[in-house]
Each structure stands twice: as structure tokens, then as C-alpha cells.
């Protein structure tokens, strides 16, 4: 193959890797909405639907995984190109937990089945509304290469956090205070939901923060900036 042809090949290549890792993306967001909306309906069908489609995350990480080392290995990339396989690689990772978050809740709904009344949930559908949206920014600051927004969804990881926080202060004085056994299931499974809720909200930082490496060579994890070398 000639040179050129090489190398046409090979950002054909990156391109196609980037827009499976969109979809996978874009899957994960779908699999958070349809959670949310099983947990707050009590809806066990739509959370066994959460339970079925996350094999399909799975695959597109095996696949996009066996992608980037093929480049790797084959094409030895240098610079902006290695760091763009080696981000792909971590921001799918990270789209595969988020999906494992996800199911995480919709087990917790099968768990409660449909008869089971929910106590307050007005914190967790807040807690919802912004990790759906951290993850939604982190994915559209990644296709965008937009490290303003990446920075922007850090900041609303410390929201998170303090709702995360206040559910379980809620739950557990609630608990406390009501020992009959099935507001004490319930509750116990809120609490689990927020659990997750936090971790997707973390996994968004974490594609945010791989954004922000991406584009500026800087590493801004653990709230320090340290630009890469060269």
C-alpha cells in the first residue's frame, strides 16, 4: 500500500472508531433515561428492556477495544493520534460502566416490582436530570472537542454529590423512623439508586476530564492541571 494511501486508510480508521464510540455513547444515554423512567414508574418491563440491551454495550466495547489496539499495533501512531486511540480507549471504558450503572437500576426496580410504592423521589429525579445532562455534555464536548464544556460538567459533579448527600440523609431518617419493612425495602433500594446515579455522574467527570487531555495535552484529574510534556 502507498504511503498516502496509508494514511488516508488509517484516519478512515480513526474515523469510523470515533463514531462507534458516538454510538456507543449514545446508547448508554438512552439505557440512564430508560432506568430512570422504569424506577419511577415501577415499570419491570422496561427495566428487564435495560437488563437486555447492555450485551449490546458490551460488544461495542470489545469491539472498539480490538479497534484502537489493531491501530496500536499496526500503525504505531504518534502525537495527537496516539492520544486520541489512548482517550477512546479510556471514554469507552468509561460508556461501558455507565451502562453497568444503569442496570444497576433497573435491578433495583425488578427487585421492587410494580406494586411497591416509592417514598419522596423529588432528589433523585434531580439527581437524574443532572447526571443525564453530564453525560449528554461530556459526549457532545468530546465530538465537539470543546473543553470549555468538558470543564463545565465537572463543575456539576459537586451538585451531584450534595444531592447524593441529601437522599441519604432523607432515606435513612426515614428509615429510622418507619421500621415496617416495606418502606424500609424501598428506601434501602433509593438509596442504591443514588449510589449509581453518583457513579454515572463521576464516569461523565471522567470523559470530561479525558476531553480536556484530548484536546489541550493538560491532565485536569484530582483538580490540577498538568500539561503533558511536548
Given at each position: 500500500m502507498k504511503p498516502e494511501h496509508s494514511h488516508r486508510h488509517f484516519h478512515d480508521e480513526l474515523d469510523e472508531l470515533q463514531t462507534r464510540l458516538v454510538h456507543m455513547g449514545g446508547m448508554a444515554e438512552d439505557q440512564v433515561r430508560l432506568a430512570v423512567d422504569a424506577l419511577l414508574a415501577r415499570d419491570v418491563a422496561k427495566a428487564e428492556e435495560v437488563a437486555r440491551r447492555d450485551e449490546e454495550i458490551d460488544a461495542l466495547e470489545i469491539e472498539i477495544d480490538e479497534r484502537s489496539l489493531e491501530l496500536l499495533a499496526l500503525q504505531q501512531p504518534m502525537a495527537v493520534d496516539l492520544r486520541l486511540i489512548v482517550t477512546v480507549l479510556k471514554i469507552s471504558n468509561d460508556i461501558e460502566r455507565v451502562g453497568d450503572h444503569?442496570?444497576?437500576?433497573?435491578?433495583?426496580?425488578r427487585r421492587l416490582g410494580p406494586g411497591v410504592a416509592l417514598g419522596e423521589t423529588r432528589e433523585i429525579r434531580e439527581m437524574a436530570a443532572v447526571?443525564?445532562?453530564?453525560?449528554?455534555d461530556a459526549l457532545a464536548a468530546f465530538v465537539a472537542r470543546d473543553p470549555a464544556l468538558a470543564r463545565g460538567v465537572r463543575v456539576r459533579d459537586d451538585r451531584l454529590d450534595n444531592l447524593r448527600n441529601s437522599v441519604a440523609h432523607i432515606l435513612i431518617t426515614e428509615m429510622l423512623g418507619d421500621p415496617r419493612a416495606i418502606n424500609i425495602t424501598s428506601d434501602l433500594e433509593l438509596l442504591l439508586v443514588s449510589h449509581n446515579l453518583e457513579r454515572i455522574g463521576d464516569l461523565a467527570t471522567n470523559i470530561a476530564e479525558d476531553v480536556v487531555f484530548?484536546?489541550?495535552?493538560?491532565?485536569?484529574?484530582?483538580?490540577?492541571?498538568v500539561r503533558e510534556d511536548g
Open positions: 444503569a442496570v444497576n437500576v433497573a435491578n433495583a426496580v447526571a443525564a445532562g453530564m453525560l449528554s484530548l484536546v489541550e495535552g493538560r491532565s485536569i484529574k484530582h483538580r490540577v492541571e
